[in-house]
């Protein structure tokens, strides 16, 4: 009787170590190889987060930094832009709700409300120097993943397994 009471209880921690391995806790900033949903990097979040995207512009060569932040629903909301050079690709004004301003030699598109599942990025082979920034640091995302690659950047709630199978962007470092 001993027996089967130890090997049911064996079982019982088992079964939860398992169901914990397997079900999503954790909410990252996922960087993910194209559409594929394989995790190549993460950044671990908590409510609401915010975190930048930085990389210099392929004509003008000056920085860009894209401002985001976790929604509540666990989508993507751009919430500003600033850049140095009005060249191609940048906008000259703001859109609707949108205020814009020139500070100190850079143009900043504050109160955006563009908010994305998820956005795409090639990372940059020579000059874009693509870097997150999370909490005031910089993470060269080259140091994590090949330059040239595709990437999905969305957040997500991931188990440890599929944790495992990223690098963690703040531990690795």
Do not use: C
Not at 33 to 62: N, W
């Amino acid at each position: 009787m001993g027996n089967r009471k130890s090997v049911i209880v064996l079982l019982l921690i088992l079964s939860s170590i398992v169901l914990l391995f397997f079900i999503p806790f954790r909410q990252v900033l996922a960087f993910e190889y194209q559409d594929s949903g394989r995790l190549l990097a993460y950044i671990p979040l908590t409510k609401e987060e915010k975190f930048k995207i930085k990389y210099t512009h392929s004509i003008h060569l000056t920085d860009v930094i894209e401002s985001y932040q976790m929604t509540k629903n666990g989508e993507i909301k751009q919430y500003e832009l600033m850049y140095e050079d009005f060249s191609i690709g940048m906008p000259e004004n703001a859109g609707e709700g949108e205020i814009f301003e020139q500070k100190d030699g850079k143009y900043y598109l504050k109160n955006m409300n563009r908010v994305f599942p998820y956005f795409d990025l090639r990372l940059g082979q020579v000059r874009a120097n693509h870097t997150a920034i999370y909490k005031d640091r910089e993470y060269p995302l080259s140091n994590y993943i090949k330059p040239g690659t595709w990437i999905r950047i969305k957040i997500e709630k991931m188990n440890l397994f599929q944790l495992s199978k990223g690098v963690n962007i703040l531990e690795s470092t």
